[in-house]
Nanobody, 115 residues
Framework: VQLVESGGGLVQPGGSLRLSCVASGFTFSNYEMSWYRQAPGAERELVARISPGGTSRKYADSVKGRFTVSRDNARSTVALQMNSLKVEDTAMYFC?????????YGQGTQVTVSS
């Protein structure tokens, strides 16, 4: 299994970024995909998740109305569109897939929101 995130960077408050995660090594369309983030000194937290078919999405309260998760099963890709970014969104962002006791994270992509 390989998960490769991209799209992070430095952005001013109120700005936008689009993160992407390309997956391989498993049947992508069969599994729920999730985005997590971890800020320095904090625990990793769930940001958003999307069902295998893309019909069900759930978000952390802190990002509702600002972030949108989507997936393209033909390209084995999951994306996170982040709008109206806040300083407190600064973190390393990871995509995740799991089944049973097996969990895989990518290497992460850094998002820094600062003026």
């Amino acid at each position: 299994v390989q998960l490769v995130e991209s799209g992070g960077g430095l952005v001013q408050p109120g700005g936008s970024l689009r993160l992407s995660c390309v997956a391989s090594g498993f049947t992508f369309s069969n599994y729920e995909m999730s985005w997590y983030r971890q800020a320095p000194g904090a625990e990793r937290e769930l940001v958003a998740r999307i069902s295998p078919g893309g019909t069900s999405r759930k978000y952390a309260d802190s990002v509702k109305g600002r972030f949108t998760v989507s997936r393209d099963n033909a390209r084995s890709t999951v994306a996170l569109q982040m709008n109206s970014l806040k300083v407190e969104d600064t973190a390393m962002y990871f995509c995740k897939v799991g089944w049973g006791s097996v969990i895989h994270y990518g290497q992460g992509t850094q998002v820094t929101v600062s003026s």
